[in-house]
């Protein structure tokens, strides 16, 4: 008969590898999906900018019709077809460095706001030179004089004895 307590009996030690399949995408996986994604997305908005830059160019010839059939001045037109054509071609090009966002807006003001040339021509009641430029603090003093100058070429701003007027809208 056997003895029990003499039977040996090998063990392997070695941990036992199981395997599971994960259901987490690896890192290669999700930059992958990020890549589509981006892709996809930079599609979609090329054709929308395409979109609005043929919108855009419509919306320029129609100005430039309604501008030789209205009886506006041919100073006061606001753009020129070289100027729209600049724009057309920087807006069809696919990269290098986009346009700047707030460019028509000063940083001291809310785009809201009136511009300097509204502001200084409010200003002007009665007013000095160097009033006007206290009176605009957020606002570099050579813009405000810019504003002030092209109002008086203009007609708007009428200069008496070192002041400042406004003349009616009427005139």
């Not at 036992?16 to 994604?37: C, H, R």
């Not at 071609?89 to 707030?102: C, E, I, L, Q």
């Amino acid at each position: 008969m056997l003895d029990a307590s003499k039977i040996i009996i090998p063990i392997d030690l070695k941990p036992v590898k199981a395997t599971m399949p994960t259901t987490t995408p690896t890192i290669l996986d999700q930059i992958s999906a990020e890549k589509t994604k981006i892709s996809e997305r930079l599609a979609r908005l090329d054709t929308d900018r395409a979109a609005v830059a043929t919108r855009l160019t419509d919306l320029e010839t129609a100005e430039r019709v309604l501008s030789r059939v209205s009886k506006t001045p041919p100073d006061r037109r606001t753009t020129s077809a070289a100027t729209a054509a600049a724009k057309a071609t920087t807006a069809s090009r696919g990269r290098g460095r986009p346009p700047r966002v707030a460019a028509s807006t000063s940083a001291g003001r809310k785009p809201s706001a009136p511009s300097l040339g509204e502001r200084v021509l409010a200003l002007a009641t009665a007013r000095t030179r160097p009033e006007l430029y206290l009176a605009c603090p957020n606002d570099r003093p050579n813009h405000v004089g810019i504003a002030v100058q092209r109002h008086l070429r203009a007609g708007r701003i009428q200069e008496r004895d070192g002041k400042l007027f406004a003349t009616s809208p009427a005139t």
